[in-house]
Nanobody, 124 residues
Framework: QVQLVESGGGSAQAGGSLKLSCVAS????????MAWFRQRSGKEREFVAA????????RIGDSVKGRFTISRVTATNTITLHMDFLKPEATAVYYC?????????????????WGEGTQVAVSS
């Protein structure tokens, strides 16, 4: 079993930046992709970004492309979401997830393990 713990959430003004981190512990010998999803109040969970096991391949959601990047340090089982040029619509709970495949994907059905989430609030 893998446990995912997110950190780094908080408040920012529009145009600012935040960085979210997720550390995986437990059975981390599996070579799986990881991702960030977010859920805004009253909305369905939305794909944000994903990264493959080696870190060489990534996928970024259309709504954040060009402003958010995802990175990974396999040695520490950590992924990071760098969020720049934040907009108020980025306000959401952000969830870290681990896939059951090595390649990154956008579908939440490809992710088996989820963190508890971390809140991000962006003011205009």
């Amino acid at each position: 079993q893998v446990q995912l713990v997110e950190s780094g959430g908080g408040s920012a003004q529009a145009g600012g930046s935040l960085k979210l981190s997720c550390v995986a512990s437990g059975r981390t010998d599996r070579r799986y992709a990881m991702a960030w999803f977010r859920q805004r109040s009253g909305k369905e969970r939305e794909f944000v970004a994903a990264i493959g096991w080696s870190g060489a391949s990534t996928r970024i959601g259309d709504s954040v492309k060009g402003r958010f990047t995802i990175s990974r340090v396999t040695a520490t089982n950590t992924i990071t979401l760098h969020m720049d040029f934040l907009k108020p619509e980025a306000t959401a709970v952000y969830y870290c997830a681990e896939a059951f495949r090595a390649r990154p994907s956008e579908g939440s059905e490809n992710y088996a393990n989820w963190g508890e989430g971390t809140q991000v609030a962006v003011s205009s």
